[in-house]
């Protein structure tokens, strides 16, 4: 069974020169399909561009991360509704609340997560989900409307256990990233994906960025591929004390139930 990436930004000026061969490393290396996250509008565009034009193969989000809010507007609203409802788009996202870097005012932040939230929960879509540093104004306002998604996964989760317990507590999902190979910042979560359900845990490379620290020998451009995926399996799959084929076969038909994808 091959793995699903549930976070590659695809669209990401480094792979314009050589997609293909990237979509055929990540095939060679055992991931099978790939879902483009949308992060801008034409993030969000290119996402969808992609996954029309790719066969099956990939799938796209539609959102506007928590950087770009200061940038959102009715007609940003309007154009994330109608690129939503193609059927390659499998999520609402990436959006959600950054308190790290703050590119975008908090309070705005915060109306433009909302407007996020609204979107899933008018089309009952499931939403892909971004917090740094804002676990407080995160869970509170995805507690407003997660009983009327189908569905949330909080991406490349790099919080505390405290933060996981309340994301498991309202059902979320929780998407892994190369971060736990970082021995500096991600050494927690070695300990804490031993408590995500196996029906809750996706597996994802959020490549370009985060190229696991652990990965040997590292590629002189230090570029993150979905080809990397299976060595963050493998990391996990020790960490949880677990077989390597036990993860990809769960994690896999954990992405397939969430992003309703056809069986592979």
Known sequence: MDLIDIGANLTHESFRADLDEVLA????????????????????????????NSGGRLFATAGVHPHHAVDYDDETDALL???AQAPEVR????????????YSPREIQREVFERQ????ADLGMPLFLHQRDAHHDFLALLRRYRDRVPAAVVHCFTDTGEALQDYLDLDCHIGITGWICDERRGAHLRELVK?????????????????????????????????????IRDEVARDRGELPMAVTEASTLTAEAFFRLPAA
């Open 25 to 52: 490393r990540a095939s060679a290396h055992g991931v099978g399909r790939m879902v483009v996250t949308g992060a801008s509008r034409e993030g969000s565009e290119q996402a969808l561009a992609l996954a029309k």
């Open 91 to 102: 999520a609402v996202g990436e959006t959600g609340l950054d308190y790290n870097r703050n």
């Open 195 to 231: 408590r995500i359900p196996a029906d809750r845990l996706m597996l994802e490379t959020d490549a370009p960025y985060l190229l696991p620290r652990t990965l040997r020998p590292m590629p002189k451009d230090r570029r993150n591929e979905p080809m990397y995926l299976g060595h």
């Open 81 to 83: 509704r109608r690129l």
């Open 117 to 120: 939230l609204k979107i899933a």
